[in-house]
Nanobody
Framework: QVTFVQSGGGLVQPGGSLRLSCRAS????????MGWYRQAPGKQRELVAS??????TDYADFVKGRFIISRDNSLSVNLLMNNLHPNDTAVYYC?????????WGQGTQVTVSS
């Protein structure tokens, strides 16, 4: 079983920046990706960004050029969010995806408002 400790998030004004961090308790057997998803009220959970163990990244179109995903090590993943918009307001979830299943963090609220 993989668990996570998420940190960061909070309230920021439009145009501001926030950094989210996530540390996994263990590394699963086999290959895996880590990433961030978000879910706004009344909407489905959606991929924000992901990164493989080889450092390959993937971003949703709505964050390209604004958000940067990175890994400190095999267990930790970060998301630097720049030029935040009010429609970035959501609960952000850390995710680990293996070949067989997904593991989820507890979620962190990000609110972009003036």
């Amino acid at each position: 079983q993989v668990t996570f400790v998420q940190s960061g998030g909070g309230l920021v004004q439009p145009g501001g920046s926030l950094r989210l961090s996530c540390r996994a308790s263990t590394i699963p057997n086999g290959d895996f990706e880590m990433g961030w998803y978000r879910q706004a009220p009344g909407k489905q959970r959606e991929l924000v960004a992901s990164i493989t163990t080889r450092g390959q990244t993937d971003y949703a179109d709505f964050v390209k050029g604004r958000f940067i995903i990175s890994r400190d090590n095999s267990l930790s993943v970060n998301l630097l969010m720049n030029n935040l918009h009010p429609n970035d307001t959501a609960v952000y979830y850390c995710n680990m995806q293996t070949l067989s299943r997904a593991y989820w963090g507890q979620g962190t609220q990000v609110t972009v408002s003036s």
